[in-house]
């Protein structure tokens, strides 16, 4: 049996060991997934003992997420772009490889949902690193245009920059808003406090997406506010599978069925 885990802190209410159960049931492949809470001041310590007693790879999340980017002998593109690491996967040779599957979780849900992104105008709001994590997978989709909208300006106009090289994409503050869009994207830690970004009433294009990478058992304000002006709700759980779903792949070579196993914990929350 392989080991794997998720590093957080704290871990306890993290969703990881669940989905990847479900993986593991679904595929037949023989893992072992648990969440261990890596002390805040060694998360590279936590690592390096996780893979001297046998695990393979790991799943890493908040805090830890740029010091395994720190900490990776070889990383993948997107992850490099991300500045930051969600999947660890310790290589035959002993080294360390990091990529980040956040974004292309995204858009997979994105997608799936039948939401067409080529062509799209996009609107995405936050410019942290959440937000970071999802650009290059968004931009490879070649939507017409994407505006990062953030409370500091200059963070979102900077960001653009880092991204520029790959697509129309150009930042701002939510003054410079200018719709339509035919998808908004709420990618800030706002929807934690139940705030809402001030934004236009006509925000939205006919057939708009509105999607919160946040979720839980109620809509988001985000949604409640996007859902009231026309747009189509959908919440960041899809995403949350999606990334793991990539992460499996990654490991194991196989492609989970997710739909299910998002459905198992919508009734779940
Ligand atoms: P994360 O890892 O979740 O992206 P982060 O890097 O701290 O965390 O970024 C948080 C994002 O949420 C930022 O875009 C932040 O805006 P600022 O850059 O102006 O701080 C945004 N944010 C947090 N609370 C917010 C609020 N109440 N209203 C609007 N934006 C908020």
Same mark, same amino acid.
């Given at each position: 049996?392989d080991?794997y ?9 993290? =969703?990881s060991?669940?989905i990847h159960a479900a993986f593991a049931e679904q595929t037949g492949e023989a893992i072992?997934y ?23 790879g790991?799943n890493?999340?908040?805090?830890? =997420? ?10 993948s593109?997107r ?7 969600n999947t660890?996967i ?9 990529d980040?599957t956040d974004g292309v979780g995204l858009v997979r849900d994105l997608v799936g ?24 997978p ?6 017409? #245009? ?44 706002? #929807? ?46 899809g995403m949350l599978v999606e990334q793991a779903a990539e992460s499996f792949f990654q490991w194991r070579g196989k492609r989970p069925a997710t739909a299910p196993v998002r459905e198992r ?5």
């Amino acid at each position: 049996t392989d080991r794997y885990c998720v590093f957080g802190h704290p871990v306890a209410h993290s =969703k990881s060991p669940l989905i990847h159960a479900a993986f593991a049931e679904q595929t037949g492949e023989a893992i072992a997934y648990t969440a261990i809470e890596a002390p805040l001041d060694d998360f590279a310590g936590a690592w390096r003992r996780f893979s001297a007693e046998g695990g393979r790879g790991a799943n890493v999340t908040v805090p830890f =997420k740029e010091e395994a980017f720190r900490l990776c002998d070889t990383l993948s593109e997107r992850a490099r772009r991300a500045g930051a690491v969600n999947t660890l996967i310790l290589g035959g040779n002993g080294l360390t490889y990091g990529d980040t599957t956040d974004g292309v979780g995204l858009v997979r849900d994105l997608v799936g949902h039948g939401v067409a992104l080529r062509g799209a105008r996009v609107l995405v709001l936050g410019a942290g690193g959440a937000v970071r994590g999802v650009l290059e997978p968004l931009l490879a989709e070649a939507p017409a #245009s994407l505006f990062l909208a953030n409370r500091t300006a200059g963070k979102a106009a900077g960001l653009a920059a880092d991204f520029h090289d790959l697509g129309e994409v150009e930042g701002g503050g939510f003054d410079a808003v200018a719709g339509p869009f035919d998808l908004v994207i709420n990618g800030t830690s706002a #929807s934690l406090a139940g705030d809402l970004p001030p934004l236009p009433d006509d925000l939205f294009a006919p057939g708009a997406t509105a999607y919160d990478m946040m979720y839980g058992a109620e809509p988001t304000v985000f949604l409640r506010w996007a859902a009231a002006r026309g747009a189509r709700p959908l919440d960041g759980l899809g995403m949350l599978v999606e990334q793991a779903a990539e992460s499996f792949f990654q490991w194991r070579g196989k492609r989970p069925a997710t739909a299910p196993v998002r459905e198992r914990l919508r009734q779940a929350l």
